[in-house]
């Protein structure tokens, strides 16, 4: 598995914008090939899929982030971002980043936090 470090959680109010970035080890030279993915746990719910990204860019978001939600991949920093817009107290959950491959265990980032209310 791959050590991934998010950041970007917070505190935001309704309408507002956070930029989750979760980074691999500058050295992992196969980023690239691997799916990208963000999750969500919101207190009392199971762990949703967010926003998804493969090796070649074609994305998926649930319904409840698209339109408000980007997903993104910065190959040459190992980086993916989930870029948040018109934040609801309903997004309020743990972010987790996940990096996924076929026949490969995912590797998961730490979480964070991020709070919406006014």
């Known amino acids: 598995q791959v050590q991934l470090v998010e950041s970007g959680g917070g505190l935001a109010q309704p309408g507002g914008s956070l930029r989750l970035s979760c980074a691999a080890p500058e050295r992992m030279i196969t980023f690239s090939f691997y799916g990208v993915a963000w999750y969500r746990r919101a207190l009392g719910k199971p762990r949703e899929l967010v926003a998804a990204?493969?090796?070649?860019?074609?994305?998926n978001y649930s319904e409840s982030a698209k339109g408000r939600f980007a997903i993104s991949r910065d190959n040459a920093k190992k980086t993916m971002y989930l870029q948040m817009n018109n934040l609801q107290p309903e997004d309020t959950a743990v972010y987790y980043c996940n990096l996924n491959a076929v026949s490969r265990p995912d590797s998961w980032g730490q979480g964070t936090q991020v709070i919406v209310s006014s």
């Open positions: 990204m493969t090796s070649m860019n074609t994305t």
